[in-house]
């Protein structure tokens, strides 16, 4: 299980959870988890490995970035980091998901740790904390927010087209 603390990170979670940021839509890893692996676990067994992927290609490249974003606070001490903050989980418990959707609980976790970061280091970039923080969340939220798209495409059938 892994928790989550920030209320940016949690507002990634689910909709109960209010909005960091003013959008119309966003995505939420729960809703990626629930719809990615219903979708997935509906496809015939030959097909889930193309299908995963359909969600999580976003996802890896937001990985990179967000860890990019993190290289300038790799030396620095993380003791205590998280102790201002209330823990949540990121999935609820028993929740059953495809392995491999486990990449974007991984994004939301690095995104929650650059939060933290960026708060308790604010001067360390020469970007403004705030808007670091902003930059993040967007680039955290796209992919999770993609699988609507990825389940059109999948129901369409058009992701196991050969040609």
């Given amino acids: 299980m892994h928790p989550i603390y920030t209320n940016e990170a949690k507002s990634l979670l689910d909709e109960t959870y209010p909005a960091a940021y003013p959008m119309k839509v966003r995505g939420t890893l729960r809703k990626f988890l629930h719809d990615g692996s219903s979708n997935v676990f509906a496809c015939q067994p030959h097909q889930r490995r ?19 974003m993190l290289e300038p606070y790799s030396a620095l001490p993380t003791d205590g980091l998280f102790d201002d903050f209330a823990p949540v ?25 650059l939060v933290a970061l960026t708060y308790r280091y604010p001067t360390l970039q020469s970007v403004p904390a705030a808007t670091l923080r902003r930059q993040a969340h967007v680039i955290a939220m796209r992919p999770l927010f993609r699988v609507m798209r ?3 495409i999948l129901n369409s059938g058009r992701a196991f087209e050969h040609g």
């Fill in 50 to 68: 193309k299908a995963a992927t359909l969600y999580t290609s976003g996802v890896d490249a937001a990985i990179k970035k967000i860890t990019r």
């Fill in 150 to 152: 990825a389940t059109r």
């Fill in 89 to 113: 989980l990121a999935h609820p418990t028993g929740m059953i998901y495809w392995d491999d959707l486990r990449r974007g609980v991984d994004l939301v976790v690095l995104y929650d740790i």
